[in-house]
């Protein structure tokens, strides 16, 4: 047991520190960066694609859920409602449900949407490189959208890595 928590808590600590990281990195550096390159931008964002941004974040962010939930079933011996209403066990539940909500809007707002802006840079690509005014118009939405996603996202992940960082001591 003492084997698998430590498996557990290297793979969530880890997986945690990648996402959130990575999250905060997008929201306060590389959408500003990619608004400020202006015709540029949609070429790195593609770019940025390309690489399996979003593939990377899915894994990171899918390591860090199922560990997390794994160690909250052993933490709190088995969903034990004296350790949930406890001082870290409101902490722990706090951070668990907000990531999980942060997961859902990953996973069903900027997923779709990345995935639309891999096409449609691709046919733009395809087509010499030169969007039709169409497809600049859905580009900027597109990085409209994501980039207000992105901010909620990165917000809410800096409260769950908070309370995850202090839940241990919160007393009461
Ligand atoms: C569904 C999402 C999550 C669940 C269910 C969850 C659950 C847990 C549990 C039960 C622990 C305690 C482990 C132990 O004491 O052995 C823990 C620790 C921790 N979690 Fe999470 N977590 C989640 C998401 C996150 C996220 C998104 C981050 C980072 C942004 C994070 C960072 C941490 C850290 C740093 C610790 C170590 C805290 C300590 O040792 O005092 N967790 N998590």
Do not use: C
């Not at 390159?37 to 990171?60: D, E, H, S, T």
């Amino acid at each position: 047991m003492t084997l698998l928590v430590l498996v557990l808590r290297a793979l969530h600590v880890v997986g945690g520190v990648l996402w959130a990281g990575s999250a905060i990195f997008y929201f306060l550096f590389i959408e500003p960066a990619v608004k400020g390159a202006g015709p540029a931008g949609p070429k790195v964002m593609q770019n940025l694609l390309a690489r399996r941004y979003p593939l990377f974040m899915n894994v990171v962010s899918g390591l860090t859920v199922v560990a997390g939930l794994w160690l909250f079933w052993i933490v709190s011996g088995g969903l034990n409602m004296g350790w949930i209403t406890s001082g870290p066990g409101v902490g722990f539940t706090l951070g668990s449900v907000v990531a999980l909500v942060v997961y859902a809007i990953g996973f069903f707002m900027l997923r779709p949407r990345a995935d639309r802006m891999g096409q449609l840079g691709a046919a733009i690509g395809q087509a010499g490189g030169q969007p039709t005014p169409d497809q600049a118009a859905e580009m900027h939405r597109l990085n409209e959208e994501m980039a207000s996603i992105g901010r909620i996202d990165a917000i809410l992940l800096t409260i769950s890595l908070l309370a995850m960082a202090t839940a241990r001591y919160w007393v009461f």
